[in-house]
């Protein structure tokens, strides 16, 4: 699952737009996260552990960036991210869904163990694919939105249209500027 490391990576957006609070420190946000994805964590887990929920999102911006600029991401980084990976403690249990038989992994500890749980799964999941080249970030710099690329030829430069045509209007006025000088 990927789209939960993005909307937990892309919560640093809301510092900048409306509602200019960073996801990570407005309940508002937080409890729509959690909500959504279905957390076992508490309010006040995301306030005590705050610092750390907060290393973590720089650290996936981090890798993020530099996966964008080399393709790789470094030992150190890697052994950041485990730094997160190894506070998990996981129950394996089977179960017969629709689709048959599925290993579920379920995080003995409730709280922010979940949350390292379901961000770093989603996000180790994605590097292990070996989909590293489809992860990026919007090259609006005023946005910087992180965003799986799923086009054909992984040519999306932009979270959207909103973005691709807001840059192309910005490069165009420049372009007329240079040519009237
Ligand atoms: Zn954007």
Known sequence: MVSIFLDFVNSRYYKTHPPFQDGLSD???IWQFVRNYELNIPLADFLQYQDDIFNLRDLMFDITEKIEENGLVSAEDLHRLNHFMKQVHLILEMELTPLGYQTIFIPVDPGIACLYFQVTASFSGLLAKGD???LKLCKNPACQ?????????????????TCASLVKVRNYRKRLRYQSK
């Open 27 to 29: 309940p508002e946000w």
């Open 132 to 134: 590293l080249y489809r």
């Open 145 to 161: 939105l992180a965003f799986h690329d799923n086009s054909k030829n992984n040519s999306r430069k932009w979270c959207g249209n």
